[in-house]
């Protein structure tokens, strides 16, 4: 009932930036949480960052400094800003969305996008 396009992955040097970007359609509910999850090659899906739909952030602490996540709830829209990229950083990165039904101890349903490529190589 929620469909999530990603998009702004590619191959950058160390050091560069990219903005990734992912669009959510369909039956948001008003608590939700919107983040990125990365998963490289052998290696579990790690949660990159989130954003609560009242603004709450969390960003895993090898990325703090660098990246920044923010939303645009009027488009639904949440953004991963990445600077100084590193080659550690190469994987797929996933939107994902969480709603939660009334509280936030409830959470429902849980949906993916379906990847944007970053990859971090001279």
């Known amino acids: 009932q929620v469909q999530l396009v990603e998009s702004g992955g590619g191959l950058v040097q160390p050091g560069g930036s990219l903005r990734l970007s992912c669009v959510a359609s369909g039956n948001i509910f008003r608590l939700n949480v919107m983040g990125w999850y990365r998963q490289a090659p052998g290696k579990e899906r790690e949660l990159v960052a989130h954003?609560?739909?009242?603004?709450?952030?969390y960003i895993r602490n090898s990325v703090k400094g660098r990246f920044t996540i923010s939303r645009d709830n009027a488009k639904n829209t949440v953004y991963l800003q990445m600077n100084d990229l590193k080659p550690e950083d190469t994987a797929v990165y996933y939107c994902n969305l969480d709603n939660y039904e009334r509280t936030w101890t409830n959470k429902v349903e849980d949906y993916w996008g379906q990847g944007t490529q970053v990859a971090v190589s001279s």
């Open positions: 954003i609560l739909s009242d603004g709450k952030t």
